[in-house]
């Protein structure tokens, strides 16, 4: 190695041994029989994901699990996730929501800078400075979901924790039937803790 | 070690030698291969999203990767990596790049005058640091003429940057070359985070005026943002008041970031920006008067655009393209270069099984035109065409479930100056529980000459009398400088609001660049007749570092958070058998500080202010004539009401002016005590 590494000559880039070990991992590459990316894994959980993905999927199912008001004015209307300042998802969410209904609404994501909008669930990133503030400004009637140690203390709703390398939730029953939002029982099953 | 696709360079040329290609056949080959496998999948159906199918209590027992990038920060990651975020660069006070790598451990951050710094990372510290890759966006930043990053060039918006990642040691196996050191990446945020608009101006005593603008619009499927800044910045303290180091760049340019479907997302970005800043520089004539030292202006301009097309066809398969130009027109008082660096990259990574591989290739040609100036700085030939061409792979293992994990890679590189160049490396990670991590690695890295190894000519004065000058030559037979790295660290989450993390390195350098000098000539012409000492650059240096760097996070309350760490490197240099370099050993050990701390104290305080308080001391440079100093930052921010935040920044406060460097002939200027208050609006 050390030949190839000072010649100074024009000496082939690849020596005979690498062209072998190129070819090498490139049969490796077209034979090895694990390699399926893009085949969809229904049959089994997958073991490790990244985060975002994870969070996004939790989204989806809180919004599947809450009992939204049948009011005639709203459901004909898109049922609209609203992501709060700094987008961690990037478009994760859009391609997780996407073709998703609730109820028969169509679901959509949207990222908001400020309040008031038109909302129905809230996600305020872990990295926004003042979520007491803007959770205050949320009216009743829209869930609130966050990713920060105080979210609930802030007066948020269900908080995504980091546990044991796991994604988990943990749920605020009072801030809840504050805002006078309904969940399923399945939901505060799951979660790790659920605070009165 | 490997936190992202976006945020990874793979930077490379082509040699176009005629074996090539063969070599073009397989790795053609390889990709089309790979390609053929991932394109010939059934569309991917969105509904077919498998944690869709999953039940809340599936969802639950997911392990979060480690490789995607905005997973929980770099804690099983088998390298000694710092990441600093938005957040932290605004609570900073900063205001430039280098001020806010004083903070991350094991980066030697040393101000030379108003617009220049010299930044190593684990020792080698020096003006142009040529064994650090610095990355903006995986654009690299790194000139291949004189190995190194001109810091004043370089001007991304603060309030932009998403995060800085910071891997000391040699970090080869991924990022391309000349990450010997360690790796600099700066990521800016997307501009779906950008959206409305901003202002941001101020000015003080050094950062005498700055203005920074930006508007960001769009939808959520199309964003976009402009920005435009400048700034003007005054002299450092000169004890014989030549203040010649005035300093002042503009800059503007653009991000588009583009959903163009529920798997691709295109971004488009780029930057156009000049300026100027005083500089002192010595220079030698054939022709009397034989040496002056002159102040004058050093001019620089550049663009560059690039587009990055990253794909995601299935949560473990993605791929990302990335292409630039880059464009940049440096004019010192002794030199002028022009240069056009054209840059492909190809990564894709993908899980299966136990593996999750990362691969890639890359190709860069960089034709740079060197003007001659004065009759003592030349490169010869003045026209010189840097290509690299490079491919990497790597596969992390997990052996264990939980708990144990190994990295195996390799990149390899070949350049106009080397020919082909392997830097392996293995990881291992272990995490008993997960509250700490234990992890060593062993890596093979080189640092590939640059054109200053291959055609650098440059003469000075050394005895006027004589007349003797003494010529740095570089004439192609300098090699690679090697590396045998051995690291290990250890990370643990003390208690719900503690951190330690230790990293330990020892790092085994041969064949470094010395200057070896060969017997005396008489030299004709230019008239009149002198003396020259030829000085070849050449590698007869060897060198071992050790050391090693402690940090501490700990949130003390709620709204208090404490940050410190530690860093030591042990630099021992020795000559190769043959060598007579004369000066190399003594810079290698004595142009960075052995010993350096940093404590930075945040608070959150009532009423929307915020309060950060930073002591940092560093060690003796004794080969620059620098003494240990020690100083401190201070910033108070308030967050107003509506869309406004203030902030009073002071730096360097605890003496009128400190020295941290030498680098310019004449007395060592002094870094000044500044304040700075500024005001930002938001919309």
């Known amino acids: 190695m050390a030949a190839l590494t000072t010649s100074a000559s024009a000496t082939p880039p690849f020596g005979q041994a690498r062209r072998v070990g190129l070819v090498l991992a490139f049969v490796w590459l077209a034979a090895s029989p694990g390699v399926a990316p893009g085949q969809p894994v229904t049959s089994s959980v997958p073991r490790v994901m990244a985060e975002y993905r994870i969070k996004a999927a939790f989204l989806l199912n809180f919004v599947k699990f809450i009992d939204w008001p049948a009011e005639e004015s709203r459901s004909r209307s898109p049922l609209t996730v609203c992501v709060y300042g700094d987008d961690p998802f990037e478009s994760l969410l859009d391609r997780t929501f996407a073709g998703e209904t609730v109820n028969n609404r169509p679901l959509k994501v949207t990222r908001i800078r400020k309040w008031p909008e038109n909302c129905d669930v809230v996600f305020i990133a872990g990295t926004e400075r003042d979520v007491r503030n803007v959770l205050q400004q949320i009216g009743p009637g829209v869930l609130t979901v966050g990713e920060s140690a105080s979210f609930l203390r802030d007066g948020g709703m269900i908080n995504f924790v980091i546990d044991d390398r796991r994604v988990r939730f943990d749920i605020s029953r009072s801030a809840l039937e504050r805002a006078s939002v309904r969940v399923s029982s399945r939901l505060l099953g799951v979660a790790r803790t659920v605070l009165k | 070690m490997t936190p992202g696709l976006q945020s990874r360079g793979a930077p490379a040329g082509i040699p176009l030698l005629a074996d090539t290609f063969w070599t073009g056949v397989v790795v053609l080959g390889l990709l089309l291969a790979a390609t053929a496998r991932v394109f010939g999948q059934s569309p991917t159906d969105p509904s077919a999203d498998p944690l869709k199918q999953l039940t809340l209590e599936q969802l639950s027992q997911i392990e979060i990767s480690s490789v995607t990038k905005e997973s929980v920060p770099a804690f099983k990651t088998p390298a000694a990596i710092s990441v600093m975020t938005s957040e932290q660069i605004q609570r900073s006070g900063a205001r430039t790049i280098p001020d806010l790598l004083r903070l991350i451990p094991g980066v030697n951050v ?130 014989d008041g030549r203040n010649f180091d005035d300093w002042r760049r ?209 003469s000075f004065l050394a005895q006027p009398a004589t007349p003797l000058y003494l010529r740095l030559i570089g004439d192609g037979q300098f090699h690679p400088e090697q590396l045998i790295g051995y690291e290990a660290g250890y990370r643990n989450y003390v208690s719900k609001r503690g951190f330690i993390g230790l990293s330990l390195f020892h790092n085994r350098y041969t064949d470094l660049l010395s200057v070896e000098s060969s017997p005396i000539v008489l030299e004709p012409s230019p008239l009149p007749a002198h003396f020259v000492l030829p000085l070849r650059l050449r590698n007869g240096v060897a060198a071992n570092s050790t050391g090693g760097e402690l940090s501490a996070i700990f949130d003390i309350r709620p709204w208090w958070r404490l940050r410190g760490s530690y860093s030591l490197v042990i630099l021992d240099a020795r000559h190769e058998p043959g060598s007579n370099d004369a000066s190399t050993i003594g810079q290698l050990e004595g142009d960075t500080p052995r010993h350096s701390g940093v404590v930075q104290s945040t608070f959150q305080l009532p009423r929307n202010f915020d309060l950060t308080l930073a002591y940092r001391a560093v060690g003796a440079v004794p080969d620059q004539r620098v003494r240990a100093y020690s100083t401190a930052d201070v910033r108070v921010g308030w967050r107003g009401r509506g869309p406004w935040d203030f902030e009073v920044v002071g730096q360097n406060l605890l003496q009128p002016a400190h020295v941290e460097y030498g680098g310019t002939p004449g007395p060592l200027i002094g870094i000044k005590r500044s304040f700075y208050a500024g005001i930002k609006w938001r919309h």
């Open chain 2, 250 to 458: 503009g800059s503007i340019g653009f991000r588009v970031d583009s959903r163009l479907s529920d798997r691709d997302e295109l971004t488009i970005q780029g930057d156009a920006y000049g300026g100027e800043a005083g500089q002192r520089l010595q220079l030698s004539s054939y022709a009397p008067p034989s040496i002056s030292a002159v102040e004058g202006e050093k001019r620089f301009n550049g663009e560059n655009v690039m587009a990055t097309w990253h794909r995601t066809f299935s949560p473990a398969s993605e791929i990302l393209f990335r292409a630039y130009f880059d464009r940049t027109d440096r004019q010192e008082l002794n030199y002028r270069e022009i240069r056009n660096t054209f840059d492909f990259d190809f990564i894709h990574h993908l899980t299966f099984s136990r593996h999750d591989i990362t691969w890639g290739l890359g190709a860069r040609t960089s034709p740079s035109h060197f003007f001659e100036t004065v009759p003592t700085v030349l490169f010869i030939p003045p026209k010189q065409t840097y290509n690299i061409l490079s491919a990497f792979f790597q596969d992390e293992i997990t052996l264990v479930p939980d708990k144990l994990a190994l990295t195996i890679g390799s990149k390899f590189e070949y350049t106009t100056f080397s020919n082909g160049n392997y830097q392996p490396s293995a990881r291992i990670a272990w995490t008993p529980t997960s509250k700490q991590t234990a992890w060593a690695a062993v890596t093979r890295a080189v640092r590939t000459a640059s054109e200053i190894e291959d055609g650098f000519n440059f």
């Open chain 2, 110 to 239: 040393a101000q030379i005058d108003s617009s220049e710094w010299a930044v190593g990372i684990r020792g080698f510290q020096g003006k142009l640091s040529r064994s650090v890759l610095v990355l903006i966006d995986g654009r690299t930043v790194y000139t291949p003429l004189f190995a190194g990053v001109y810091w004043d060039m370089q001007g991304v918006l603060l309030e932009d940057i998403a995060r800085i990642e910071v891997i000391r040691g040699p970090g080869g196996t991924i990022w391309g070359s000349n990450a010997v050191n360690g790796v600099i990446n700066i990521i800016t945020k997307s501009a779906r985070d950008t959206r409305g608009s901003f202002v941001s101006a101020g000015g003080g005593n050094v950062d005498q005026a700055s203005l920074q603008w930006r508007y960001g619009g769009g939808s959520d499927d199309t964003s976009y943002r402009v920005y435009g800044s400048g700034f003007t910045r005054g002299p450092m303290e000169h004890p």
